[in-house]
Nanobody, 120 residues
Framework: QVQLVESGGGWVQAGGSLRLSCAAS????????MGWYRQAQGKQRELVAV???????NYADSVKGRFTISRDNAKTTVYLQMNSLKPEDTAVYYC??????????????WGQGTQVTVSS
């Protein structure tokens, strides 16, 4: 059974920092890229950052230079360090793992989400 458990959200003033954590089942963590998505009220869910099993990272343009994704293989946990937060970063943040099922299909797994609120 795949489990993704997020923590670390909260309220912060603009310019502040937060670190999100996502503890994952080992079976999914060791074989899948891990990512963070966010969904602001009234908007579609969007990719924030992703990290592969090999440590390759990719970021949304809006967070480059401010957010850092990392993974701790021993703890099967992925982190999102968020610095210089802006009010527009306010959203529910979701941890994601993607398992390849075949050459043409994948299965997405999601955490329960954690609220991040940045006040101006």
């Amino acid at each position: 059974q795949v489990q993704l458990v997020e923590s670390g959200g909260g309220w912060v003033q603009a310019g502040g920092s937060l670190r999100l954590s996502c503890a994952a089942s080992r079976s999914i963590f060791n074989t899948s890229p891990m990512g963070w998505y966010r969904q602001a009220q009234g908007k579609q869910r969007e990719l924030v950052a992703v990290i592969t099993t090999g440590g390759y990272t990719n970021y949304a343009d809006s967070v480059k230079g401010r957010f850092t994704i990392s993974r701790d293989n021993a703890k099967t946990t992925v982190y999102l360090q968020m610095n210089s937060l802006k009010p527009e970063d306010t959203a529910v943040y979701y941890c994601n793992a993607q398992r390849t099922l075949s050459s043409s299909s994948v299965a997405d797994y999601w955490g329960q989400g954690t609220q991040v609120t940045v006040s101006s």
